[in-house]
């Protein structure tokens, strides 16, 4: 389902063929692969604000489940995709902790959607995440970051049930390492946007 991005826009610059500018969140608890994701789609360099974690934050930041990671998002992630049709998606990675809620409302301001990354083997680490994707009134798709070890007994149900999403909310599964599984993930929160809001015709 994937397509990768046109060699044309290996560079800096917007392809000719861009029409429609588009702000995504890439949201999610800390650890949960938003950084990577963008790393793995983006057609341009990604700007990261990633800071070492330290003593005094592993008081604070909740390490349980990703307790090798030695990084953190302080600001935001930002990168950048051009999709078939004309269809550019600015990505912005949103810090997962809760000392950076703050931020929140300036990253979010004029986003059209959210990809909201999911670990299933911390499944309640994203309610926090998810209740402000809600509140914001954002629409949103939720992509289960496949991590090796994590656990692949549980249905669809059981994991629409767990984060009590709408029918309607896009779920799928993806590994944000891959590009073409990153990029899927990606087009199911566009398709589902577009569903909400069909273009007008011309």
């Not at 793995?40 to 390490?63: C, F, G, M, N, W």
């Not at 930002?78 to 049709?85: D, E």
């Not at 004029?110 to 990809?115: D, E, P, S, T, Y």
Request: aromatic content about 6%.
């Amino acid at each position: 389902m994937a397509s990768a991005p046109s060699s044309t826009t290996s560079g800096i610059h917007l392809p000719h063929s861009a029409r429609d500018l588009v702000k995504i969140l890439a949201a999610g608890p800390f650890g949960v692969g938003k950084t990577t994701l963008i790393d793995s789609v983006s057609e341009i360099r990604p700007l990261h604000t990633e800071e070492q974690l330290t003593e005094a934050s592993a008081q604070v930041d909740d390490l349980a489940g990703v307790r090798e990671k030695s990084t953190t998002t302080v600001a935001i992630d930002f990168g950048r995709i051009s999709l078939p049709g004309g269809i550019v998606l600015y990505l912005f990675g949103t810090p997962g902790q809760e000392r950076f809620r703050s931020l929140w409302d300036d990253i979010a301001y004029g986003a059209l959607g959210a990809l909201v990354l999911v670990d299933s083997r911390r499944v309640d680490a994203s309610f926090d995440v998810l209740g402000l994707v809600e509140e914001s009134g954002l629409p949103y798709a939720v992509a289960f970051n496949a991590f090796p070890d994590a656990p692949r007994h549980h249905t669809e149900e059981q994991l629409r049930a767990a984060l009590d999403l709408e029918a309607d909310t896009p779920m799928v599964t993806c590994d944000a390492r891959e590009k073409d599984s990153s990029i899927d993930a990606l087009l199911a929160l566009v398709q589902h946007l577009i569903d909400r809001h069909p273009p007008e015709r011309r």
